[in-house]
């Protein structure tokens, strides 16, 4: 059964701080995603990676940073938090290629104070 | 610029009639389309696809059509049961990797509500 795990179900950070949201998917997948949800928004792309160390920007990279270093291993870095970036965040992951499904995580809701 | 939008945030219908979601799209690269279903506290779920050559792909329940000369497509199910209770996302990707990286662009989403 594939599976896409995130580190933390809720998270509460303080305005400033520096958070980390965690994604680990077991399928061996190539492709790795952050969006972010927002009512009447939708889902949106902040980064994404194609292979181990490379990212690219998605539609609202700014205030964010990503990092992966392992194939499996995917981190969304807030730098120092802000009130606006209260949200869900979902990550997902598919294989190569474009015509192929990406399979979500159940995703981290953070809240910025 | 909302490439992706899906105009009506909820939908309300009765049991066993049928549930019809509306998607429209701008980007004229765009030839692959899918639909995602999520529940609360749950990562979206892909649901069904459909590329450009096609006008409609059905499985089971579901069916989407897609009408390139409007740039929109719909899914439809019937008949529409209480566990289709849920939030849709339309979503959609050019075929062309070297121009998309397998990302896609998705919709605001519509909450769909079967009444029993």
């Known amino acids: 059964d594939v599976k896409v795990t995130q580190s933390s179900r809720y998270l509460v950070k303080r305005t400033g701080e520096k958070v980390f949201l965690e994604c680990v998917q077991d399928?061996?997948?190539?492709?790795m995603f952050w969006y972010r949800q927002d009512p009447g928004l939708g889902l949106r792309l902040i980064y994404f990676?194609?292979?181990?160390?490379?990212?690219e920007k998605g539609d609202i990279p700014e205030g964010y940073s990503v990092s992966r270093e392992k194939k499996e291993r995917f981190s969304l870095i807030l730098e120092s938090a802000s009130t606006n970036q209260t949200s869900m965040y979902l990550c997902?992951?598919?294989?190569?290629?474009?015509?192929?499904?990406?399979?979500f995580g159940p995703g981290t809701r953070l809240t910025v104070l | 610029d909302q490439q992706v939008k899906q105009n009506s945030p909820s939908l309300s219908v009765q049991e066993g009639r049928i549930s019809i979601l509306n998607c429209d799209y701008t980007n004229s690269m765009f030839d692959y389309f899918l639909w995602y279903k999520k529940y609360p506290a749950e990562g979206p779920t892909f649901l069904i696809s459909i590329s450009s050559i096609k006008d409609k792909n059905e499985d089971g329940r579901f069916t989407v059509f897609l009408n390139k000369s409007a740039k929109h497509l719909s899914l439809h199910i019937v008949p529409s049961q209480p566990g289709d209770s849920a939030v849709y996302f339309c979503?959609?990707?050019?075929?062309?990797?070297?121009?998309?990286?397998?990302?896609?662009?998705f919709g605001e989403g519509t909450q769909l509500t079967v009444n029993p």
């Open positions: 990676s194609y292979d181990v160390k490379m990212k």
């Open positions: 997902a992951s598919s294989q190569a290629g474009v015509l192929n499904e990406q399979f």
């Open positions: 399928m061996d997948h190539e492709n």
């Open positions: 979503a959609a990707s050019p075929s062309d990797q070297e121009t998309s990286g397998s990302r896609l662009t």
